[in-house]
């Protein structure tokens, strides 16, 4: 006897993600979901992000690797509170991952959330981790062909930082032809050029967090005003 | 791998809500833009079915392609070549229709 189904293979993941997403919105944290190849420099970003905020932010930094506690070491520094993630083999990070270092954290006091995922093109793309919005960082001493060749990544992806771009002199890349390729897989994705070692772009990435960061607050009820207006 | 195992907890949970059954034969949908590559989601799935309750359990698996659909015309098109625009129109207002899917789509079960 068939049985058809409609069965999500990771509706399990996608469960305890909605859960995470819809904790989330009801603090106002925005959480976002950093993905890309070992060494496009994912914690070198946040090392520069951290750096320029405020103390009295409140942001956190989840990072995830498959062994050491290195990058969790090197964003504590910052004096904001990050928690490593060692997967123990797992190439990527999952929804009960999240959930389990969300556990004893008093994640609803954050504004925003960092996940920083295990360095891989591949395998973290297939696992939503409630995130609000995907980053993906693709460098300049990697291929400019890249998004054509992990398209899953890309098309999934809401910003891709393309980073070290103060070496752009010294390597054959051409970063119009990765953002066409990045346009190609996904015509919407916004891209941001910036450099972690000189601080280019950086002014407008932190402008894109905040950005993000403002669609993200709770919904209030409107205002007295804005009834009667809306009522006009 | 894990992706494997969650197939596998899948078929089993759905085979649980029909006491008795016995699953033998799964059918997954797996988009091309799913960032799963068939061949190897088989040869993990038959590795973790090996020797367990689930052996001799079967697979089959059916393509799903990167579709987009026209803002304008409103068709719904396959994408070649990585171009995003319409293959009927030309237009470059498409959203995302097709791709990502990773589902279980049927299972053959024996009944007692």
Sequence with gaps: MRVPLERKVLNENDRIAATLR????????????LISSPGSGKTSLLERTLEGFDP?????????????????????????????????????????MIERALADWPAEQFEILFVENVG????????????EARAVLLSVTEGEDKPLKYPATFHHADVMVLNKIDLLPYVPFQA?????????IQPEIEILEVSCTTGAGLERWREWLERQMRRSKPISPPKREDAEEHEK | MSIAAAVLDAVRAETALRPGARATRAGLRIGELSGVETESLRFCLET??????????AFDFEFCPWTRRCRACAITFRVADYNPACSSCGSADTEAAGGAQMELSYLELEEP
Excluded at chain 1, 22 to 33: A, I, K, P
Excluded at chain 1, 120 to 131: A, I, Q, W
Excluded at chain 1, 176 to 184: G, L, T, Y
Aim: net charge neutral; hydrophobic share 35%; charged share 25%.
């Design chain 1, 176 to 184: 119009a032809v990765a953002c066409e390729n990045a346009r190609r």
């Design chain 1, 120 to 131: 891989n093109l591949v395998c973290p793309t297939s696992y939503d981790l409630g995130e």
């Design chain 1, 22 to 33: 819809e904790r989330f919105h009801s603090h106002g944290t925005f959480c976002l979901n």
């Design chain 1, 56 to 96: 009295a932010r409140r942001i956190a930094v989840l990072t995830g690797d498959i062994q050491t506690d290195n990058d969790a070491r090197r964003l504590a520094r910052f004096g904001f509170p990050v928690r490593q993630i060692t997967t123990g083999g797992a190439c990527h990070l999952d929804a009960r």
């Design chain 2, 48 to 57: 973790l079915v090996s020797g367990t309750d689930l052996d001799p359990l």
